[in-house]
């Protein structure tokens, strides 16, 4: 199996998690995490919700050629960066909120970054295929 064909694995794995916290917290709403009650509090979590959701279907669109995606795959991963830089402030400010926000932050902050520099990896060693593939002088 390639390398460009595990990290397509990989993409298609990951992207299951924001798409399925991005749908659940859209649906069930702050509820999700036992709290009731603020209207405001629940529609903004259901926003943050559906632009989660929307990030791992980002994600997936980048699989079929993943090794051209460097662009859209950098953007998303400055996006959950930021996020997950912010969880983070967030718990030095308020204290942990727990085992499963801080796995999302641990995910935010090193697994999204590895992803993306194993994409440039791919990338530029896919081209380096095609470049020493058309360097090659045609058969006859």
Known sequence: ????????????????IPVTAGMWGGLKGIVMLGYWGDAAV?????YLSGLLLAIGVAYWTT?????????RFGLLTVIVVTGGFFRAVGMVIDGSP????TGALIAELTITPLLYLWQLRVAR????????MDAKPAAR
């Open 1 to 16: 199996m390639t390398e460009k064909r595990l990290l397509q694995i990989a993409i298609a794995v990951a992207g299951l």
């Open 42 to 46: 629940d529609s903004h979590f259901r």
């Open 63 to 71: 699989i079929p050629e993943i090794e051209r995606q460097g662009a």
């Open 98 to 101: 727990g085992p499963i926000m």
């Open 125 to 132: 060693d896919v081209s380096a295929d095609g470049a020493s």
